[in-house]
Every structure is written in structure tokens, then in C-alpha cells.
């Protein structure tokens, strides 16, 4: 029977100006899934390593989202095959890096790979986000769609579904804190404003376009300057103890710009080259000890590929 | 002694879903000028064709931009030149295309030229926002960026001012309706709210992006998606008598999207190739008549050099 194994990838979802819209993908740091054919059909988790997550497939992730493409499938096709898919969870839920969103790509990438691809990846992205609104209550796209694209996506539309896949620098890199402290998605988007000023818009969707601006055109500098946000940082940055002294730890050491890593409570800089993508890692790194909260450092370059599959 | 005369083009602001930030260029619809140095130190507007406007430099937003520039001249090399200005208005004042914008944008890049370019581009933009706040009471950029750079043009910041130049497409037109009301552009500005939703926002800034990335990409479709403005156009179009059916004409018509030009009257709309954007010219010709106000089309490719030099 066929089978196959793949990295699927966390990922940074509303990058400062790109709340709800932005999402980047990252190397190294990612789960690792293996699905197989079964002969009776069906669509089974036999096993999660490395968290405690239900394997019932409509209690899960990635369960509901290969359930909603394999459901697609059945229309389209009028066979009902069978899988069974094994996680090694890499990403720890919660940490803000698209812990929910990895899975569910990853099983519908790897289950359209093994069809034979009927879907597109417009299409995948689409059933992920069934992934999604189990994770968080809402099928957002912004850590499914870098997740299934690799590099920078925008989230153009939801209804219809329109992503747009951007280019980035060869040489951009990607840092992550995330404190062990648990920040529910649905708790952090609750506590955003539902009103802002026009002033405070146009800020942030000027920051926005320079800093696409800049993914097209690898000025480091231009991308720099962009990555502010006047909105939604000011507010969700509250949750996170010590944010503010972290973010300036991160731009003293180099970095491009830092912000909260989807709804937190990662925090995330962008650096130019590894060295100081790992500089910025060894000074966060001791400068959070004296929080007392127990936190990891990822350091990785930006994925443009997505998901990549393993060799056996 | 030296001269100038010059082409200064007519611009589109607030694009759909770039409401202050996003600026267009226009070919063929602008403003001519002529400057000449004098022998006697001083800044002059010696005569005006085509308008109804005041000679005094310091009521005048041309005079303003270059008493602006010329004042910083003499601070930064000491000496105190002369020159003489004479405009030949072609857009109309209140047009929505950036009248006041054209002169200011002018009398600064002539002045820079025939001085032996002491100055940027950007510093440029900072002149002639002085000529603008005389104009409308705010020094905005984003009729005269686009005037001074050419093409589209992203306001990032205004402190400090950042101006980013964009691409486009090679076979871009615009096609605009000028309705002869009155539309002050503060009265435009006070009926915005001044709040908005943070879902309007992401919408917002959502389009603003796939605009940018259509613009790097030459992708009309994505182009078209991107065109649509939740926060501003459903407000200032009230303001705008048929303004729906205007628009409904110009899509019907073939444009790839269309929208309030600047703060209003003017309606444009963007188009592939100068064959339908003629068509679009035709059509909204036709059907704009039974409103019984004056108005006049332009029709016009995107300007991608700005200000040009005018064979003597």
C-alpha cells in the first residue's frame, strides 16, 4: 500500500501589520506525519508521539481536516479509499506557531499526494481550515495557507477564498520565544477592540503594503521599517509577560522587527542571515531567564517550500 | 538665463483600498509650466492661463511648494536665486485628479532641475505637501508622490515620510469621470467616521495587499480582486450623484475595478489595454448624461516617469 511521510511546518501567522491576513512558514521547526493506504477505507489516527491529543479523528486537527477532503473526495471521485495517519507532534499546542494548523496541513497534503493529487492548493487550504475552526472556533487561513504554500502568503479574501503566495529574500530568518505560559486563541482574539481609528488603519495597511513592498524587492530596509503594529501589538503584548523588554532585546541584537507570533505567546523577530538570526536567540535566551517561566528559542530560516516529504 | 517647461501629471489618490496611502500617475491629463530664471532674487508667478487662481505665491499652492523649496535652498547653499513662473492650468481645481498636487508637484521638481538637483526626489514630496495644506488645509502626499515618482506610489509613513515606489503592469489606463459639482475635500474628509471595524480593516488591508502584489506581478486579476474600498467609498459616494450606476458602467464595460478618485467628484476606473478603456470612456459618456451635470472623461495610460521635460 502507498504511504509517505512528510515535515510539515510551523509557522507565524499575523506578522505585526498582517493581522488576519499575513502568514509565514518555517524550516526545522515542524511536525512530522506519516500517513499510509489501508486496505479497508476509513481514515484512522493509529498514533500521536509528543502531546496528548485525541486520536478520534473528528476530535482532532488533522483528523477533521483529512475527514473534510476525504469527504470531498467521495463527491468528486465516488470511492471511499482508507488511511491511517501517525503524528509526531513537534509544535507544542498553544505555542502560537501554528501547532493546530501544521497537522491539519499536513494531513491533507499528504492524503492529496497519495490520491494523486486532486486538489489544488487552493482546494487544500480550504479543508485544513476545517483544522482550524476545531483548533480555535474559527477556519482561519493565515497559518494553513504559509503552511501548504511556503514563504509569505496573504490571505486576500475569505469568502471566496483567495491566497496569494509572495516572494521573500534568500536570506531571511526567522526567531521564536515562546514562554510556556497558555494563551487560548479565542481568549486573545476576545480581548481585541472591535472598533479602531481610521488613523490607526491606514498606519498599519501602509505598513502593510511597504512591507510587501519589500518582500518583492529585497530591501531589508523597507521590510524593517514596516514591521510595525499599531493595532493589535499594543493590546495582546499585555498577555505576554515581559514582551516589551523582549522585543527590545530583539531589535538591540539586529533584528528587522519583532512582534507577537499569532495570538501569542510566542514572540517572533525576522533577521537578515543566520548569524544574526542566532545572535538574536543567544541574548533573548538569557535575557527571559529572569521571568521564571520556562521557554523555548527557535531559530530557523523561512521555508518557501511548505511541506517537504521525507526520505524513508 | 535657464528655463523649464514641463509636463505635470494629473494623479489618482486613495485608490479603492489604498484610502491615504496609494497614489497614480496619469499620462496626457496634467498641468504645463514654464519657469525662468530671473535676474533679481524672488519667486514670481508671473500669469496663469485656465484658471481663476491668485498670482501671490504665498496664496498659491504652486507658490507656497516653491517658496518652500526655495527657502531651503538658501538655508542649505546661502544664496538667494530668482525665478518666474507661469502655469497653463489643464485640470480643473476640485477635479478630483490632483490639481493642486500638479502645480505644487511642478513648480518644486522645476525649480530642482533648473538649481541642479540639490535635492531628492523625496525632498521633493516635502515642498510640495506645503503647496497641498495650503490646498486643503492637510499636507498629504499621495497625489503629489505619485506626481513627482511616476507610477503607483505607496505613502508608508509621514514621520518620517517614506515613499515607496511600485510597479505596474505596462499596458495600464485609467479612465475618469469628472462630475462639474463641488466636492471641498474637507467637507469630504469631516463625513468619514472616523472609527471602523476591525474586520472592515483586515478587508481592508487584505486588498491593499493583493493590489500591491497584482502591481509587482502584472496579475489583472488579482489587480481587479484587490480593487474594492469597504471603508471609505460607501460613505463618500453618497456624495456622488449615480455613482453606483456609474460604476456599475464602468465594470460592465470591461474595467478591472473603479472608484472615488482623490476625495471625489471624480470616478475612475482602471483598465487593460487603451482599447477598453476607450470602450469605458464611450460607455460612461453615454450613460452619465441623464444626470444633467456637466462633466468631462479623461482617458489616459499610467504615467510611469512623472514630471516630464517639454521639448522648447
Same mark, same amino acid.
Not at 495582546?236 to 515581559?242: E, N, V
Given at each position: 500500500m502507498k504511504r509517505i511521510s512528510l515535515f510539515s511546518p510551523g509557522t507565524i501567522a499575523n506578522i505585526s501589520c498582517g493581522f488576519d491576513v499575513l502568514g509565514v512558514a518555517l524550516d526545522e521547526v515542524g511536525d512530522i506525519m506519516h500517513i499510509e493506504e489501508t486496505v479497508e477505507p476509513g481514515w484512522r489516527i493509529s498514533a500521536i508521539t509528543g502531546a496528548d491529543l485525541p486520536l478520534a479523528v473528528e476530535k482532532n486537527t488533522a483528523g477533521v481536516a483529512g475527514l473534510s477532503l476525504l469527504n470531498a473526495y467521495k463527491s468528486k471521485v465516488g470511492t471511499h479509499p482508507g488511511f491511517h495517519l501517525v503524528i509526531e507532534k513537534k509544535i507544542k499546542a498553544g %505555542? !502560537?506557531?501554528g501547532s493546530s494548523a501544521a497537522s491539519a496541513s499536513g494531513a491533507v497534503w499528504g492524503l492529496n499526494e497519495l490520491l494523486g493529487?486532486?486538489?489544488t492548493p487552493l482546494e487544500l487550504v480550504g479543508f485544513a481550515m476545517e483544522g482550524e475552526k476545531l483548533a480555535s472556533g474559527v477556519a482561519h487561513a493565515d497559518n494553513v495557507a504559509p503552511g501548504l504554500f511556503g514563504g509569505f502568503t496573504l490571505v486576500? %479574501?475569505?469568502?471566496p477564498l483567495d491566497i496569494v503566495a509572495l516572494p521573500c529574500p534568500n536570506d531571511l530568518y526567522a526567531v521564536v520565544l515562546h514562554p510556556q505560559i497558555e494563551i487560548k486563541t479565542q481568549d486573545a482574539r476576545s480581548i481585541l477592540k472591535t472598533q479602531l481609528s481610521l488613523k490607526q488603519a491606514t498606519t498599519q495597511w501602509g505598513n502593510l503594503g511597504g512591507l510587501i513592498a519589500g518582500l518583492y524587492t529585497d530591501d531589508y530596509g523597507l521590510i524593517s521599517r514596516s514591521l +510595525?503594529? +499599531? +493595532?493589535?501589538e499594543p493590546i495582546? %503584548? *499585555? *498577555?505576554?509577560? !515581559?514582551f516589551d523588554e523582549l522585543k527590545k532585546t530583539m531589535l538591540d541584537s539586529g533584528a528587522l522587527g519583532a512582534g507577537i507570533s499569532g495570538s501569542g505567546p510566542s514572540v517572533f523577530a525576522l533577521a537578515k542571515g543566520s548569524d544574526q538570526a542566532h545572535l538574536i536567540a543567544q541574548a533573548i535566551d538569557v535575557n527571559y531567564r529572569k521571568w521564571g517561566i520556562d521557554f523555548e528559542v527557535h531559530c530557523a530560516k523561512i521555508?518557501?517550500?511548505g511541506i517537504k516529504i521525507l526520505n524513508e
Open positions: %505555542s !502560537g506557531i493529487r486532486p486538489f486576500r %479574501s475569505y469568502a +510595525v503594529d +499599531v +493595532v493589535v495582546r %503584548s *499585555l *498577555l505576554i509577560p !515581559g521555508n518557501t517550500q
